[in-house]
């Protein structure tokens, strides 16, 4: 399983930036299968940022656990508030609608995690080898650029994926 040993700081604007690019593939009608990438990143983003939150608020209940169980109750949390509703109103379990079959919104969204993760560890990696940041923004830039290269992969290849079923 891919789950970070602690719970690397994701900024307000990262997700911010994640969420707005969510709302805008939904406004212009782009395959399910690319709005879940964002999803799912957005998801990461969320539950990260809880994590920082929570520990900030230094709760007493919080300190037996260990940090990756919070990281995964977080996503959990969030996971759960996501897709019931998605469900719900026929958004996402559509027969006609999947990918290798799974439901697009279900797999994109499990890109996008894989991909905001990938876009954290980068940043992570290039400050600990260069020690510091190489330009502004690059903790919000790396995950949004995994994101975007994720989506276009996805746009542009992904229909071969619908030939496999």
């Given at each position: 399983m891919v789950l970070p040993a602690k719970a690397y700081a994701v900024c307000p604007v990262c997700?911010?930036?994640v969420g707005a690019g969510?709302?805008?593939?939904?406004?212009?009608?782009?395959?399910?299968?690319?709005?879940?990438?964002?999803?799912?990143?957005?998801?990461?983003s969320v539950s990260l940022w809880t994590v920082n939150w929570l520990k900030g608020k230094n709760f007493k209940f919080l300190r037996k656990l260990k940090e990756r169980d919070v990281t995964l109750i977080s996503f959990a949390f969030w996971v759960s508030i996501t897709y019931p509703p998605l469900f719900w109103a026929g958004i996402i379990g559509h027969p006609f609608?999947?990918?290798?079959?799974?439901?697009?919104?279900?797999?994109?969204?499990?890109?996008g995690v894989v991909a905001f993760l990938l876009g954290v560890f980068a940043d992570?990696?290039?400050?600990?080898i260069k020690g510091r940041q190489l330009f502004q923004f690059q903790k919000v830039l790396f995950p949004v650029?995994?994101?975007?290269?994720?989506?276009?992969v996805l746009y542009?290849?992904?229909g071969y994926l619908y030939k496999i079923q």
């Open positions: 997700t911010i930036a969510l709302g805008l593939s939904r406004y212009l009608g782009i395959d399910d299968s690319i709005t879940g990438v964002w999803a799912g990143g957005l998801m990461v609608n999947t990918i290798l079959g799974i439901d697009k919104l279900v797999f994109g969204s499990i890109i992570e990696k290039v400050r600990k650029i995994s994101l975007i290269i994720f989506s276009l542009f290849y992904g």
